[in-house]
């Protein structure tokens, strides 16, 4: 069983960057693919990022591509979330999941087996 906990999120304006940062306990976390989702109020969890077990490999939604980056750093049972050009939309909660498929990076909430408390990510314009 993996635990994780998020942190990193609060207020930043239009243009400005955040570092999200997920906790795991637990030695399974490095076999485990891992991937942030988010959700704005009144609206369904959306897929942000995805990573495989061991960081090769990335996927991301279109609305964050070329502004966020995901990364994982399995020594420290952590996976990170660096979000840059921030817009007004990207304010929601922020959540991470562990996969233990650990090589397919799926879009769909359904794979992910485990989830954090979640982050409040607010962005002013």
């Known amino acids: 069983q993996v635990q994780l906990v998020e942190s990193g999120g609060g207020l930043v304006q239009t243009g400005g960057s955040l570092r999200l940062s997920c906790a795991a306990s637990?030695?399974?976390?490095?076999?485990?693919?891992m991937a942030w989702f988010r959700q704005a109020p009144g609206k369904e969890r959306e897929f942000v990022a995805a990573i495989n077990y061991i960081g090769q490999a990335t996927r991301y939604a279109d609305s964050v591509k070329g502004r966020f980056t995901i990364s994982r750093d399995n020594a420290k049972n952590t996976v990170y979330l660096q979000m840059n050009s921030l817009k007004a939309d990207d304010t929601a909660i922020y959540y991470c999941g562990a996969d233990r498929s650990g090589v397919i990076l799926r879009a769909s909430a359904e794979a992910y087996e485990y989830w954090g408390q979640g982050t409040q990510v607010t962005v002013s314009s």
């Open positions: 637990g030695r399974a976390f490095s076999s485990y693919a």
